[in-house]
């Protein structure tokens, strides 16, 4: 049974950073994308960040590309999301999800359908 907890959300102020982390197990880590998602209030949830099984290809959303990195550590099963420059609009409960298929590279991570386990979310909160 695969499962992905995540930890890492809090509330902070604009510009401050955060780092999320993502511990995965019930499979072998190191075979499958992980991506990042988030939802905030009213809206549907939307791709932030993905990182293929080695870790050497990530894709982001424009929105947040230059301000979050994506990396993984497979020896702990673990993916993290670093949270730089954070904005009122990057509010929202940030979900972790794992590949369904294995060594999975390219755009196909940025795309919500490939992702078949998901975290339960952690809330991160900025204020003005």
């Known amino acids: 049974q695969v499962q992905l907890v995540e930890s890492g959300g809090g509330s902070v102020q604009t510009g401050a950073s955060l780092r999320l982390a993502c511990e995965s197990s019930?499979?072998?880590?190191?075979?499958?994308?992980m991506g990042w998602f988030r939802q905030a209030p009213g809206k549907e949830r939307e791709f932030v960040a993905g990182?293929?099984?080695?870790?050497?290809?990530?894709n982001y959303a424009d929105s947040v590309r230059g301000r979050f990195t994506i990396s993984r550590d497979n020896t702990k099963n673990t993916v993290y999301l670093q949270m730089d420059s954070l904005r009122p609009e990057n509010t929202a409960v940030y979900y972790c999800?794992?590949?369904?298929?294995?060594?999975?590279?390219?755009?196909?991570?940025?795309?919500?359908?490939?992702?078949?386990?998901w975290g339960r979310g952690t809330q991160v909160t900025i204020s003005a």
């Open positions: 999800t794992g590949d369904q298929t294995q060594y999975r590279s390219g755009n196909a991570i940025s795309t919500q359908t490939v992702y078949g386990y």
């Open positions: 990182i293929n099984w080695s870790g050497k290809t990530t």
């Open positions: 019930g499979r072998t880590f190191s075979s499958y994308a």
